[in-house]
């Protein structure tokens, strides 16, 4: 196993132990995925949701602070994650009819179902009616849709106002404070629907600007109660940091990086935080230790007032729970330094490219060749196999101690969250990418479990 980096400033990937162990040591069963289910392979590891979930979790119940954990399954396709935020006692965040089928398939209820989005259809609102799910209301617009769609008979059925913070200036999603009011007096004479609580949700990872929000949904449960309703929660939405490098090694590749370090010549404008100063479990503990107006910490002020802390984490709870594993096609000499490796796959399954920045991770090589051919070392940039020019999955040049060769794989650790299948199709007529969890058996090996069917069939087993 081998690291693509600049030598002098490595992005090496924070890696569970599991994830280290089979890329070490269960490369057979990797080679066989290949052949069975061709490149790329993006490999899911749903207890590392689970872990997530629960770590999460303990930091409310340490403080004492009821909570709800929906998953915000948009992140990423597997089934298999959305599966495990269930099995861990999690619940699911659904903006589409089809999201919201796969976790009625995987055994959800109602009540394990929140839908967030802002752009509901009929179809969407009535399956979500159906089932009792939670609907955040975007809108007195969407408010008005659902009146339409509701059934004579059943409810009455919960329901959160999605809020627009001050903070969030003219985004398009949420209400405004005075609309938010208005849809409350509206409730009150409502019986089909109940009034649950307050929804935000915030571009951005700081803890400060959910602070701010967090007032403001306090002020407006404030005035929801003194309208003679009586909510139950608060719901902060996701946008929970994860952590992919090291905060130190990320902060010293930052200020060491060039332009000259990408083939592009231009240094990207903006980064995903991949180095973080701190991971979800501390940025959730300084939230819930955040003050509030009235001098109560965050913690304090959901307890006094009996409400759950509801959210949605997407990236927080995928984090460590998928790698993507590309296989080699050719290495083309560029000139006497330098190369460019073509892989079977593409920046579509690695797609941080798209948004004209990086992926700020290295990758790892797993050589298939034996260790006395090691190669001398080369610096490549890596694209993948369509006739796009833009189809570049690392701009910024890779350092790789001995020259990978066709048929090596190259692993990208940590695309579970928006990295893996946000962009993918079928350019080329090329198969969609295959998505298989990796369960360890009894004896101690993995085997590969497609995400697609059922546990029983075709599981790679060596
Ligand atoms: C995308 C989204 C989330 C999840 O965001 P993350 O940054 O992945 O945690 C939660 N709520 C809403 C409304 C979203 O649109």
């Given at each position: 196993m081998m690291l693509a980096s600049k030598q002098s400033h490595p992005l090496s990937p924070l890696m569970r132990k599991d994830i280290a162990d089979f890329l070490e040591n269960q490369q057979p069963i990797l080679r066989e995925g290949f052949e069975r289910f061709g490149s790329p392979l993006h490999l899911l590891w749903p207890e590392a949701l689970k872990d997530n979930l629960r770590s999460l979790r303990t930091v409310l119940n340490a403080q004492n602070v009821a909570s709800k954990i929906y998953y915000g399954v948009k992140v990423n396709k597997s089934l298999g994650l959305m599966g495990a935020a269930l099995g861990a006692s999690g619940g699911l965040d659904v903006s589409s009819l089809y999201e919201l089928q796969d976790a009625l398939h995987l055994g959800a209820e109602g009540r394990d179902i929140v839908a967030t989005g802002p752009a509901k259809t009929p179809a969407f609102h009535q399956a979500l009616l159906a089932c009792n799910a939670l609907i955040s209301i975007d809108s007195v617009e969407e408010f008005d849709d659902l009146l339409r769609q509701l059934p004579t008979e059943g409810g009455p059925h919960p329901v959160l106002l999605r809020l627009r913070p001050g903070n969030q200036g003219q985004s398009r999603f949420g209400m405004g404070l005075d609309d938010a009011i208005h849809c409350l007096k509206r409730l009150v004479d409502m019986p089909a629907l109940r009034f649950e609580g307050v929804h935000f949700h915030l571009g951005g990872y700081s803890v400060e600007t959910r602070v701010e929000a967090l007032q403001e949904a306090a002020d407006l449960i404030a005035i929801a109660r003194g309208l003679g309703l009586s909510p139950r929660l608060i719901d902060i939405g996701g946008g929970l940091p994860a952590r992919y490098v090291d905060h130190a090694a990320y902060v010293a590749f930052q200020e060491a990086q060039t332009a000259e370090d990408y083939r592009t010549h231009r240094l990207p404008q903006s980064f995903y935080p991949y180095g973080g100063p701190i991971d979800a479990v501390e940025w959730l503990r300084r939230l819930l230790s955040a003050t509030m107006r009235d001098g109560r910490d965050v913690a304090s002020y959901f307890a006094g007032e009996n409400l759950t802390l509801a959210m949605e984490p997407g990236r927080a709870l995928a984090d460590q729970c998928a790698v993507t594993v590309l296989r080699i096609?050719?290495?083309?000499?560029?000139?006497?330094?330098?190369?460019?490796?073509?892989?079977?796959?593409?920046?579509?399954?690695?797609?941080?490219?798209?948004?004209?920045?990086?992926?700020?991770?290295?990758?790892?090589?797993?050589?298939?060749?034996?260790?006395?051919?090691?190669?001398?070392?080369?610096?490549?940039?890596?694209?993948?196999?369509?006739?796009?020019?833009?189809?570049?999955?690392?701009?910024?040049?890779?350092?790789?101690?001995?020259?990978?060769?066709?048929?090596?794989?190259?692993?990208?650790?940590?695309?579970g969250g928006y990295q893996m299948d946000l962009m993918e199709n079928q350019f080329h007529r090329h198969p969609m990418p295959t998505r298989l969890c990796v369960r360890r058996t009894a004896d101690g090996l993995s085997e590969l479990i497609p995400d697609q069917c059922e546990e029983t069939q075709c599981s790679i087993h060596l």
């Open positions: 096609t050719r290495v083309k000499a560029l000139d006497a330094r330098s190369a460019v490796i073509f892989v079977e796959g593409s920046s579509f399954s690695a797609c941080e490219t798209w948004f004209a920045s990086e992926f700020l991770v290295d990758p790892i090589l797993l050589s298939n060749q034996p260790k006395a051919l090691a190669a001398a070392p080369l610096r490549a940039y890596l694209a993948g196999h369509s006739c796009l020019d833009d189809d570049v999955i690392s701009n910024r040049w890779l350092d790789f101690p001995s020259a990978p060769q066709a048929g090596d794989f190259l692993a990208y650790v940590n695309t």
